[in-house]
C-alpha cells in the first residue's frame, strides 16, 4: 500500500535553533515528492518540489534532501523563527499513469522565543 | 491580489441539508482541485478538473458533486450532509493538469464544515 509517513508528529524548538523533519514512503512508481508548509487555518503553501533525480533543494531557511534508493526525504530548518510555526506536509506524487498524490499527516512545528 | 479563493470561510449546517461551497482563482490556470482534510490533518484529493473536464473523482459520495461553470471556477455541492462530512475543504489550482510535472499547486485558505 503506497504510503507516506512522516515524524516526528509534533516538535518545539527554541528560535534561532535548527530542526529537522524526516518523511519516510513506499509510494512506487515514484514520480516527485513536494514538501508543503501549512500555517493554522490556512492551506498549504509549496516549499520545494524535488524530482527522482534531485537530491537536495533549498529555498531560503529551508533545505529539503531525498534519497530514492531509502525513500526518504528530510526538510532541514536553519535559524528558525517563530513564523516557522506550522504544519510541515510531505507529499508524494505517485507515477506510472496514476499521478496520485499522497499525503503524509505532516510534522506540527512550534518555535518558541 | 489573492490568487485561490474560496467562499464560505466557515459553514456551520445541520444533518440533511443541501450546501455549497465556491473556488475561484486568477492565476489563469487550467486545472483546479478540491481536498478534503479530515480531523487528523490528512489530506485527500476529492477531485479535480481540467479545463473545465473532470479528470479525478478518488471514490467520493456521490452526494458531493463538483461543478466548474469555467476554468476559473470549481464549486462544490454537496446534498443530505452527514456528520462524517465535518471536514476543511480546500480547493487549489495548477497551470498544469500532470502532478508529475514540477508544475506547483496553489491552495485556498479553506472551508471549515461542521455539520451539526
Known amino acids: 500500500k503506497n504510503q507516506v509517513e512522516q515524524s516526528p508528529q509534533s516538535l518545539i524548538i527554541l528560535e534561532g535553533k535548527n530542526c529537522t523533519l524526516q518523511?519516510?514512503?513506499?509510494?512506487?512508481?515514484?514520480?516527485?515528492l513536494r514538501w508543503y508548509k501549512q500555517d493554522t487555518g490556512r492551506g498549504p503553501v509549496s516549499l520545494t518540489i524535488?524530482?527522482?533525480?534531485?537530491n537536495t533543494k533549498s529555498n531560503g531557511r529551508y533545505t529539503a534532501t531525498l534519497d530514492a534508493d531509502t525513500k526518504q526525504s528530510s526538510l532541514h530548518i536553519t535559524a528558525s523563527q517563530l513564523s516557522d510555526s506550522a504544519s510541515y506536509i510531505c507529499v508524494v506524487i505517485e507515477g506510472g499513469g496514476y499521478n496520485k498524490l499522497i499525503f503524509g499527516a505532516g510534522t506540527r512545528l512550534a518555535v518558541h522565543p | 491580489d489573492t490568487a485561490v479563493s474560496q467562499t464560505p470561510k466557515y459553514l456551520v449546517t445541520q444533518m440533511g441539508n443541501d450546501k455549497s461551497i465556491k473556488c475561484e482563482q486568477n492565476l489563469g490556470h487550467d486545472t483546479m482541485y478540491w481536498y478534503k482534510q479530515d480531523s487528523k490533518k490528512f489530506l485527500k484529493i476529492m477531485f479535480s478538473?481540467?479545463?473545465?473536464?473532470?479528470?479525478i473523482n478518488e471514490t467520493v459520495p456521490n452526494r458531493f458533486s463538483p461543478k466548474s461553470p469555467d476554468k476559473a471556477h470549481l464549486n462544490l455541492h454537496i446534498n443530505s450532509l452527514e456528520l462524517g462530512d465535518s471536514a476543511v475543504y480546500f480547493c487549489?489550482?495548477?497551470?498544469?493538469?500532470?502532478?508529475?510535472?514540477?508544475?506547483?499547486?496553489?491552495f485556498g485558505p479553506g472551508t471549515r464544515l461542521t455539520v451539526t
Open positions: 478538473y481540467n479545463n473545465k473536464e473532470l479528470i
Open positions: 524535488m524530482t527522482f533525480s534531485e
Open positions: 487549489a489550482s495548477s497551470r498544469h493538469a500532470d502532478p508529475t510535472s514540477s508544475y506547483e499547486q496553489y
Open positions: 518523511c519516510n514512503y513506499t509510494v512506487s512508481p515514484f514520480s516527485n
